[in-house]
């Protein structure tokens, strides 16, 4: 058999099976290339040039027991793996923290490129925050993206600060990233010119009707509360303290656009386009902090 047949076959065991993406890839055919490649070394770019490889009976077995395992423990395959990708950034992961895939990295890889981002920040940025940190992979790219800045990273989870910890030293990133135990901004210092959220915000409707690979990560990681708003309020009620006269604090909240709206129905955000579209993320200035934030 060669590679893509086994690729094609296993795609289609997946979709059989029912498993549910959006842990790293988005599809079937996706899943199973990424399985099926890792479990014969192969590096996740070598499908093109390998296709047409005949695979060893050795091999084919290899590569069908991790696909078998995907569908009867309904893990992401990056808790398998033990590893994710998110903007072409290696990081490893296991069930104490979420699989990267925050769409806040898209604007911090950009960088200065697009400027998506850029529009915001100045020329003297140089202290972030990335708070709720989990696996450390948004700050990992943002001090990849912006190589003058430093960034404090913070969670509540130990479980989580040790995986940040194995990617910062694995990124070498440990004389630019400070990684802090903090309840949100409780233990934080600052004042920063960036602040950096993906915050805990899944409504309580929506935690009950999770895909078991959603079940599979911490529930401290994901549940935000009746609305999902929960984390978010005491965040935009401390941010201004932790920000700099030019600060701005960006934030992501999913499928939350609604509840967002209604707690804090006189805050000026600007929505940020990324490729989720422009409703999951979005950016505050300390000023649109402080006169809107009473809910
Ligand atoms: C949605 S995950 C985001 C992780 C990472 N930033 C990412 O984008 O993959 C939310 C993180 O918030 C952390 N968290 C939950 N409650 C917290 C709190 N009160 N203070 C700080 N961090 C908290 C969780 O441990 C988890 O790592």
Request: charged share 20%; aromatic share 6%; net charge negative.
């Amino acid at each position: 058999m060669t590679l893509i047949d086994l690729i094609t076959a296993q795609s289609a065991r997946l979709k059989l099976a029912g498993v549910s993406f959006g842990h790293g890839t988005g599809n079937a055919f996706d899943e199973a290339a990424w399985l099926v490649l890792w479990a014969l070394g192969l590096p996740l770019d070598a499908l093109e040039a390998r296709a047409q490889n005949v695979l060893t009976a050795d091999e084919q077995a290899k590569a069908e027991s991790l696909v078998r395992r995907r569908i009867e423990t309904r893990q992401p395959a990056a808790y398998l793996t033990r590893e994710a990708w998110l903007q072409n950034v290696p990081f490893y992961v296991d069930e104490r923290v979420i699989v990267p895939r925050s769409f806040i990295a898209e604007l911090l890889a950009d960088g200065e490129q697009t400027g998506t981002l850029d529009a915001w920040l100045s020329d003297t940025t140089r202290a972030v925050l990335d708070l709720c940190t989990g696996s450390a992979c948004l700050a990992v790219i943002a001090a990849m993206a912006y190589p003058e800045i430093v960034v404090d990273a913070a969670d509540i989870s130990d479980d989580a600060l040790a995986v940040a910890q194995i990617n910062v030293d694995k990124h070498k990133l440990a004389s630019r990233i400070t990684l802090m135990k903090s309840d949100l901004l409780s233990s934080v210092c600052g004042p920063y010119d960036l602040i950096v959220c993906n915050p805990p915000y899944v409504n309580t409707r929506s935690m009950q009707t999770l895909p078991a690979e959603y079940r599979a990560e911490p529930n401290l990681a994901l549940a935000g509360g009746n609305d999902g708003m929960d984390f978010v309020r005491t965040i935009v009620r401390d941010a201004p303290k932790h920000l700099t006269a030019q600060g701005v604090l960006v934030l992501e909240i999913g499928n939350e656009r609604r509840h967002f709206e209604q707690a804090f129905p006189r805050l000026e955000a600007a929505w940020l386009e990324t490729s989720a579209g422009d409703e999951q993320v979005l950016l505050l200035t300390r000023d649109a902090l402080l006169n809107g934030s009473a809910a």
